[in-house]
């Protein structure tokens, strides 16, 4: 099974700034990764595909970038709708389709 | 709309027994894997099952072989997941996900439901 390990667990981030999340995983994912965010209350909404895709109606501030084993999101100017929990998920080697722990985005 | 609505979530007793279903309405489900997904309160996303389009391939996380059961129904547009053998450890928010066509990575979500395993 695949680890997916995310960093770090909360990253506090004043709106404006610019945040980046990481995720690495246990062995090569190629391009495979997925990335989603979670709003208290709320189901988790697709953000990026393809390590780097954006999915439809996602602001183009959100960019994923990494193939292999390391990735990244960022999040250019953070709106205050941006401050969730973000997922990394893997769907290379299945099953399972991994998830990553999470990082929670905080305002500063 | 791409919509998926679930539904049967409540509180049981360990040992128990549960069916969870997801309606789809918006795309056609027939062409479309499907998975669920759960969330334990206060804790990350956990894959628990897929089924293809046609049912012909099924996978289970580990945590659930042996005492849950994917189906679907194409002609009710429906995606379901049978619970039996329920742990408190499997307290948690149930989600449906559809994958994106021809890929696996999960474009839309429910809003989920909520199965509560007490005594």
């Known amino acids: 099974e695949i680890v997916m390990t995310q960093s770090p667990a909360t990253l506090s981030v004043s709106p404006g700034e610019r945040a980046t999340l990481s995720c690495r995983a246990s062995?090569?994912?190629?391009?495979?990764l997925a990335w989603y965010q979670q709003k208290p209350g709320q189901a988790p909404r697709l953000l990026i595909y393809g390590a780097s895709t954006r999915a439809t109606g996602i602001p183009a501030r959100f960019s994923g970038s990494g193939s292999g084993t390391e990735f990244t999101l960022t999040i250019s100017s953070l709106q205050s709708e941006d401050f969730a929990v973000y997922y990394c998920q893997q769907y290379n080697n299945w099953p399972p389709n991994t998830f990553g722990q999470g990082t929670k985005l905080d305002i500063k | 709309e791409v919509q998926l609505v679930e539904s049967g979530g409540d509180l049981i007793q360990p040992g128990g027994s549960l069916r969870l279903s997801c309606a789809a309405s918006?795309?056609?489900?027939?062409?479309?894997?499907m998975n669920w997904v759960r969330q334990a309160p206060g804790k990350g996303l956990e894959w628990l099952s897929y089924?293809?389009?046609?049912?012909?391939?099924?996978y289970y996380a580990d945590s659930v072989k042996g005492r849950f059961t994917i189906s679907r129904d194409s002609a009710r547009n429906s995606l379901y997941l049978q619970m039996n053998s329920l742990r408190a450890e499997d307290t948690a928010v149930y989600y449906c996900?559809?994958?994106?066509?021809?890929?696996?990575?999960?474009?839309?979500w429910g809003q989920g439901t909520l199965v509560t395993v007490s005594s």
């Open positions: 918006g795309f056609t489900f027939s062409s479309y894997s």
């Open positions: 996900a559809r994958d994106s066509y021809g890929d696996y990575y999960h474009d839309y």
């Open positions: 089924i293809s389009s046609g049912s012909s391939t099924i």
């Open positions: 062995q090569s994912v190629s391009s495979n």
